[in-house]
């Protein structure tokens, strides 16, 4: 269980980022960002302290076009199709990530950063540097490439290896994705070094994944059998999307009293005070810990 001080006042980054610096036959290198702690001056401005630390939110009109935009969707959709997990968000585009991608990727910069929006909230992001232009749904194949290197069982990377790009990827929750892309004449790296003529690939994911819990969980019947969305359910492509039962035959009215009930058995062992909006592990204290949280903390 996390303990967070209550001597500072801190702001919780919770999505780690991953990025992929990638040549053309040459081995990929993967690079990834951890949770961090950013502590807010005296006056308590959130902005201020993301200003200071370099990740205060930029935003770019993104530059792939409508069709490439449809294909990066279409292949993350295909990817998380093929998990037929039981809880899985079908994800949507969104402009707003992709304005918030466009901008990281402008700075030329390989990194995690631009992580926030202008009101503080925070994105997943993942990103690919490579010398040679990338077809949009290469983007996204490089992201899965990580598959084999995580451990459901375990739910962890393999040793030395980074899986972090494929479990923002694949995670349940994040229903929104955004990305931008941009040629470097000089692209810097974290290490110092530079790149000439590059190119840099920036995908941001709302809500952000990466928590300290599995990125789904499988199905045991059949796909979508976890989802309780308000005001129903519809699975499409394996994946649920909220629909209107008075208005689709094959929607799923909402069942509030499945979140009367505690679906993750460590439930018991969290703090309570995640259990409020707005706190680090409210959204997953919600959706899975209804007995804990009291059932008028259902999130769906």
Request: proline residues 5%; contains cysteine.
């Amino acid at each position: 269980m996390l303990l967070l001080s209550v001597c500072f006042i801190f702001f919780l980054l919770t999505s780690a980022s991953a990025q992929v610096r990638r040549k053309p036959g040459t081995s990929r290198r993967l690079l990834d960002k951890r949770d961090q702690m950013i502590r807010l001056p005296e006056d308590g401005s959130l902005q201020e302290a993301l200003r200071r630390r370099g990740v205060f939110g930029q935003l770019s009109r993104s530059k792939f076009r409508p069709f490439e935009k449809g294909r990066i969707l279409a292949t993350h959709q295909k990817y998380r199709e093929a998990i037929n997990g039981a809880n899985l968000l079908l994800m949507e585009w969104d402009e707003s990530l992709a304005s918030l991608a466009q901008g990281q990727a402008d700075r030329c910069v390989f990194g995690p950063g631009n992580l926030f929006f202008l009101n503080g909230t925070n994105v997943g992001q993942n990103s690919v540097a490579v010398q040679g232009k990338l077809k949009p749904e290469e983007i996204v194949e490089i992201f899965q490439s990580q598959s084999s290197n995580y451990i459901y069982s375990t739910n962890s990377c393999k040793k030395g290896k980074n899986c972090e790009a494929y479990t923002q990827l694949i995670w349940y929750e994040t229903n929104k994705v955004g990305c931008g892309q941009q040629f470097c004449d000089s692209l810097q790296f974290s290490d110092g070094t530079t790149k000439k003529q590059w190119w840099i690939y920036v995908c941001d994911y709302s809500p952000p994944g990466n928590y300290p819990e599995h990125p789904f969980f499988p199905s045991t019947y059949e796909a979508c059998e976890l989802c309780n969305l308000s005001p129903g359910t519809r699975c499409l492509q394996n994946q649920c999307k909220y629909c209107d039962p008075g208005l689709e035959p094959d929607c799923r009215p909402f069942n509030f009293t499945l979140c009367r009930s505690d679906k993750d058995p460590c439930c018991q062992n969290w703090d309570r005070q995640f259990c409020i909006p707005d706190t680090a592990y409210f959204n997953y204290m919600a959706l899975n810990c209804g007995a804990t949280c009291d059932s008028y903390m259902c999130l769906f």
